[in-house]
């Protein structure tokens, strides 16, 4: 007979999740699942989940996809849902002030909602014109994940349509 902490080692496996505990109890932080990577584009970073930590105890891990060429980059931290949005996982004005929270190192120039794996989503976009690329910020829930996504690129089509499309692509397994 399997144990309670093989079997749930096996259904975090089996289901993207990664398996931490909060207080004795496993977490249900999903990982969330880049369906589609541009060409040439790779996987930079992969930190698990509780990696990180907020000054609010929220915990965190990050997937990090690079585009080889120009270093374009999109950033996913997936993790605990913090304090301000427990409740209020479809508030759009909700989702977006974390967003711009989460943007702190930027002014925005575009504050809206996108729909992100299917979730109602937070989204603040800025350029700049300094070093000549744009930034966004985009925050959404699923379940009990909170998926912060930090995208970088250079101001072409191009770059523009891969991170999007990488993004329009990420999937949580709930």
Known sequence: ???LV???LLSSITYGRDLFFNNGFPSNVATPIGGYVPQGWHCSVEDSYGTYMNSDGTKWGL???TDNADKTF???YYGDVPPELKGKENDRDALIARAIVESATFEAYEVSEMIVA???AGCVEAYNSIYD???MEIVFVKG???VDIYACCDPTYEDAEQVMSL???INLWE
Do not use: A
Request: with cysteine; charged share 10%; net charge negative.
């Open 6 to 8: 093989t079997t749930l």
């Open 133 to 135: 690329f744009y930034e």
């Open 1 to 3: 007979m399997l144990s």
């Open 118 to 120: 299917g979730q109602l």
């Open 74 to 76: 999109v950033q996913i």
């Open 63 to 65: 997937i990090e996809y």
């Open 167 to 169: 993004i329009d692509s």
């Open 144 to 146: 009990s994940t909170c």
